[in-house]
């Protein structure tokens, strides 16, 4: 590995650090304080995004309380492991310096996630 290869990778892990700090004093903030950013989608039209719940979802994940965070965004709950797939895909195409290309398998999830979560939050603002 050259230097400068070197160098940049280094950056791109003290990146992750940076962001995996903020995401836990973030939880911190949420669990002891109960301080959390509104959904701005939610403030101004007063209807859910296909976001939202994401945050009570992943507190009641961290305690174990599964239908209780299946019942904050039931959508994300379910799909959650191929999301999970595709930020680490992502994820790993960044830090390596590797063209992130979808496969005809992968186009096809993500065509049907994206109609999936129209679907959804519609079903859910109208219900």
């Known amino acids: 590995m050259k230097k400068q290869q070197f160098h940049q990778l280094n950056k791109k892990i003290l990146l992750t650090g940076l962001a995996l700090s903020g ?56 799909t959650s492991p191929f999301i999970i797939y595709f930020i680490i895909k992502n994820y790993l195409c960044w830090l390596l310096n590797i063209t992130f290309k979808l496969n005809k398998a992968e186009n096809v999830l993500i065509f ?16």
Do not use: D, E
Request: aromatic fraction near 14%; charged fraction near 5%.
């Open 23 to 78: 995401g836990l004093a973030y939880y911190l903030l949420l669990v002891h304080f109960n301080i959390g950013i509104p959904c701005l989608f939610n403030v101004i039209t007063n209807l859910k995004c296909p976001g939202c719940g994401i945050t009570h979802l992943i507190l009641n994940l961290s305690k174990f309380k599964f239908k209780q965070a299946f019942l904050c965004n039931q959508f994300i709950f379910i």
């Open 112 to 127: 049907l996630l994206l109609i999936g979560s129209i679907v959804f939050t519609v079903a859910r603002n109208i219900i």
